[in-house]
């Protein structure tokens, strides 16, 4: 098995964009926007739209999963299957971690977990009874109730990311963080988003398992206000919405 550093290869950052060319960038919420070229990011041909967006946000997690490093041997917990914790799951299964183990109590959101690489996908009741302990984990679920969960089924000397930077509640820290020694970093934005890019379309050219059902929902501009009635009104609860301006 090769370093860590093999595992994720420097690719060049991107030529300069003719006029015309397929573009993702990243520049906040705004419908429309003018970027430098370095934030824009060339979409080979033979993308979707909804893969081409997930480049950014999959790179906000990738910047995680490097801090934290996991060997392909290692058992790795996650808490909460929303966009940021799938994205988490396919990414160590794409670095060849072979034991990736998430916990959600959505039963639909398990088993997109399950197809996008997870070895076992559990409700938060079934995780707490378990005598597994992990020495890596991601909090993902802006929880405390899964923040928790995530502390008390680490292994002493554990090392933790919080991932899941749009935190619902405050996130505190247990008895068992201090019994244990564990160990506790934050993350937030990507790391390279070019560099990553590049790496990232050619791992979905050849593999993408589903991670356009990401997108469980789909909208345009027009559909937007009827769609956060909904979402509002707990009728619909997707994991990502697409929206299509064209």
């Known amino acids: 098995m090769k370093a860590w550093a093999g595992w994720w290869p420097a690719a060049p950052r991107c030529s300069a964009l003719p006029f015309g060319d397929r573009v993702v960038a990243f520049y906040g919420h705004r419908t429309q926007a003018i970027v430098t070229e370095a934030k824009a990011i060339k979409v080979p041909i033979g993308i979707s739209d909804a893969l081409a967006l997930l480049a950014i946000l999959s790179c906000d997690v990738a910047k995680g999963v490097r801090k934290l490093a996991p060997q392909y041997d290692q058992a790795?917990?996650?808490?909460?299957?929303?966009?940021?914790?799938l994205l988490t799951v396919f990414l160590l299964r794409s670095l060849s971690v072979q034991a990736s183990d998430i916990v959600e109590p959505r039963a639909q959101r398990r088993a997109l977990a399950l197809r996008l690489g997870a070895r076992s996908a559990l409700p938060p009741e079934e995780m707490a009874?378990?005598?597994?302990?992990?020495?890596?984990?991601?909090?993902?679920?802006s929880h405390q109730a899964g923040f928790a969960l995530l502390q008390e089924q680490m292994q002493p000397g554990?090392?933790?990311?919080?991932?899941a930077d749009g935190n619902l509640e405050p996130l505190v820290l247990l008895p068992a963080f201090h019994e244990k020694e564990l160990l506790i970093v934050g993350s937030s934005d990507g790391w390279d988003y070019q560099r990553h890019a590049a790496w990232y379309f050619n791992l979905v050219r050849e593999d993408t398992r589903g991670l356009e059902q990401l997108f469980e929902y789909?909208?345009?501009?027009?559909?937007?206000i009827e769609t956060f009635e909904q979402l509002a009104r707990g009728e619909i609860q997707p994991v990502k919405i697409l929206i299509s301006y064209a």
Request: hydrophobic share 35%; charged share 15%.
């Open 76 to 85: 790795v917990l996650i808490t909460g299957a929303g966009a940021i914790g």
């Open 129 to 141: 009874g378990r005598d597994e302990h992990y020495p890596l984990g991601f909090e993902c679920s």
């Open 158 to 163: 554990g090392r933790l990311c919080i991932l």
């Open 218 to 224: 789909t909208t345009n501009a027009t559909g937007l």
